[in-house]
């Protein structure tokens, strides 16, 4: 007697085979890709219909890979029509199966709903990367991936059926709900934003076995977000593509649907951005995990956007801190980082940061009101215009806060207004690593035709400035958010190699020793993701050599 199991599998060959649109496609681009003498897998073969097709296309020989006991019937359908001597048949998983020679195709059907729920990826890249020749051909060659954000009461339905069943809660139940997707005839209608694509995967060069995304949607209609709805594209051959879409011919895979755990109200403007991370539950297994998270701005739905001149500024203060402290993690306890304040000149903003630890980067005496009015210490304020007015320098040497000179010029200026009195500041030199001008040339500061910072072309002349003014104390190190060629070295230990210093934000290094191939204790890591000024306690390279050669020692006392 047949096992429940095996009777529901048996239905689903059916709705396989009776596919129109899928068995169409895969024929003719079978008989497109094959070609005469090949060996194939055949990849998840079931009743092994597309190894059968690849032998009338002129195939010499299928090796029929399928861990299910639909292989048996495989066999028997073989030697019905007269195919057994030009079959192998392997029954068990493709991750035992081996090959005395590579083959030439790998030919698979274990798509799901969404593509790739079936643990695809993990088991096609084995194969391709084991079974495969290095000149074989793949079929399907490509997937494309599609989101789009839905009102669907059956979804919402299923979610609601485990809060409680005969007055028992069942509520943990949701968890699993939501950690699945679940075939689904999604239509147009049911959409409430335009579809995404969430990730294109290259079958023939994807490496990663796991996908994930974060997409932005503008909710077009008023409703209740039940959930998220994806599809795919498979290419199989040139020319020759399977959609799923709502709007394309129906298939047996129908669409995927990801609940959510609770609906949420939606108005045409607002906005919903979703995560989704998908991937297999184990290396051996057909089943993925999900993890879909979405967050909803509903402003309009909840009428802050009332009125014809009514605007809403929307900050995610949880992502920023997470940023933050990802940069902080990154860099020893000692360094200063300054987010800049052009980047966001809103005073919640900055108190927040500055509540996180974070110093602010000052462009004006306008942006220094700011930061102390956020209530940033003056020490941790930092002072960096290319152009400073005699009058922002003098206020800022009162108030104590770090200066980044830019020039010789700015240095003449700063060292007038000392003499009339000290100063608690601690002030610093631009450098131009002349790094090359990266992706945005015209807005570059970091190469030869930039006028930001004194280039390293005469070492000499910058040391001769550190021995005139005593006060010097600092170095200011900026490749500026336009990016650059390579990325900047500020030290590094020959035990380590090269450290990378930020690649949109300033470091400082207070003045001290400096020994060439001299391994330094503790090498400066990390990388700055937001614009900003970084300032590093401890070492110095006042040597001023290629950044790529130094490595520092401790800093001495400045006398």
């Not at 195939?59 to 495989?74: G, P, Q, R």
Request: with cysteine; net charge negative.
């Amino acid at each position: 007697m047949a096992s429940r199991k095996q009777l529901q599998l048996f239905d689903d060959h059916h709705d396989m085979l009776a596919d129109g649109v899928r068995m169409r496609a895969y024929a003719e681009a079978i008989r497109k890709t094959v070609q005469p003498g090949d060996r194939v897998v055949d990849l998840g073969a079931g009743l092994g219909i597309l190894g059968f097709l690849a032998l009338q296309a002129g195939a010499a020989h299928v090796y029929a890979v399928e861990k299910t006991d639909s292989i048996e019937l495989a066999r028997r359908l073989a030697e019905q029509n007269g195919l057994s001597d030009r079959v192998t048949f392997f029954h068990g998983s493709s991750t035992d199966f081996t090959l005395d020679e590579p083959a030439d195709l790998l030919l698979s059907e274990t798509l799901g709903s969404f593509g790739v729920e079936e643990n695809t990826l993990a088991f096609t890249l084995d194969a391709r990367r084991r079974l495969l020749s290095p000149q074989g051909r793949m079929l399907p060659r490509a997937l494309r991936l599609w989101l789009a954000p839905i009102c669907l009461e059956q979804a919402r339905a299923k979610v609601e059926f485990w809060r409680s069943v005969q007055g028992l809660d069942f509520s943990p139940a949701i968890d699993e709900l939501v950690s699945r997707m679940a075939p689904a005839d999604i239509g147009v209608e049911h959409l409430m934003a335009a579809p995404q694509v969430f990730a294109d995967v290259d079958l023939r060069q994807h490496e990663d076995l796991a996908l994930r995304n974060t997409l932005l949607y503008p909710i077009q209609r008023p409703g209740t977000l039940h959930g998220v709805a994806g599809w795919f594209q498979v290419d199989l051959a040139p020319g020759i593509l399977i959609s799923t879409a709502p709007n394309a011919p129906s298939t047996h895979w129908r669409q995927a649907v990801f609940p959510l755990r609770e609906p949420i109200e939606v108005a045409a403007g607002d906005y919903l951005e979703v995560t989704l991370a998908i991937g297999p539950a184990g290396p051996r297994s057909d089943d993925t995990v999900v993890e879909l998270s979405c967050r909803c701005t509903q402003a309009v739905k909840d009428g802050w956007l009332a009125g014809p001149r009514r605007a809403v500024l929307v900050h995610d203060l949880e992502r920023l801190g997470r940023r933050l402290k990802a940069v902080q993690d990154a860099f020893p306890d000692t360094t200063l980082h300054a987010a800049a304040i052009k980047a966001q000149p809103v005073g919640s903003i900055l108190e927040f940061l500055v509540q996180q630890g974070a110093g602010l980067e000052a462009a004006s005496l306008e942006e220094v009101a700011l930061a102390r009015a956020a209530g940033c210490p003056a020490d941790r304020i930092v002072f960096d215009s290319p152009a400073k007015t005699e009058l922002e320098l003098a206020q800022s040497l009162a108030w104590g806060i770090r200066i980044n000179a830019d020039n010789p010029a700015e240095l003449e200026r700063i060292d007038k207004l000392l003499a009339q009195g000290p100063s608690d500041s601690v002030i610093g030199l631009r450098l131009n690593p002349a790094l090359g001008a990266g992706s945005i040339a015209t807005t570059s500061v970091a190469d030869r035709r930039s006028r930001f910072g004194v280039t390293l072309d005469d070492p000499e002349e910058v040391q001769a400035l550190y021995a005139r003014y005593p006060w010097l104390t600092a170095v200011h190190l900026h490749v500026g958010s336009q990016g650059c060629t390579s990325a900047p070295t500020c030290c590094s230990a020959p035990s380590t190699g090269p450290t990378t210093g930020p690649t949109s934000s300033s470091c400082w290094a207070p003045r001290g020793s400096c020994a060439r191939d001299r391994p330094a204790p503790g090498p400066w890591r990390g990388r700055s993701a937001s614009a900003g000024t970084c300032w590093r306690g401890g070492w110095s390279c006042p040597s001023f050599r290629p950044a790529t050669s130094w490595s520092c020692a401790p800093s001495a006392p400045t006398p």
